[in-house]
């Protein structure tokens, strides 16, 4: 994935604390389906660290990733917006 400079966070370790503090992950898979979880890392298994979560079992999602490269994208914090800050940022 081609991520720009501004948006490198640099080193391994600081991926790996990101992904503590924010957790909560989209999952996609290759066929596109995806599904949001909550991802616990694991730094000291595999190159980069393992991955580990859970699908309900009513999500069929899970069927389609067996022994398959998924992709997770974590985000940062999240805040509600007002329409007014938008638009009128003098009455904020």
């Known amino acids: 994935m081609q991520v720009p ?7 391994k370790e600081s991926i ?3 992904i503590r503090q924010y957790g ?3 999952v996609v898979s290759t066929d596109l389906d ?5 991802l616990l890392l694991v730094s000291s298994e595999g190159e980069d660290g393992t991955l580990y979560g859970h ?3 009513s999500n069929s ?5 067996v022994n398959t490269k998924v992709l997770c994208i974590f985000n940062g914090p999240h805040a509600y917006i007002s329409p007014t ?8």
């Open 85 to 92: 800050c938008l638009y009128f940022p003098h009455l904020v």
């Open 5 to 11: 400079d501004k948006w490198d966070m640099g080193s």
């Open 34 to 38: 995806g599904s949001h979880l909550p």
């Open 55 to 57: 699908f309900a079992r």
């Open 24 to 26: 909560f992950a989209s």
């Open 61 to 65: 999602h899970w069927k389609n990733i």
């Open 16 to 18: 790996h604390q990101f």
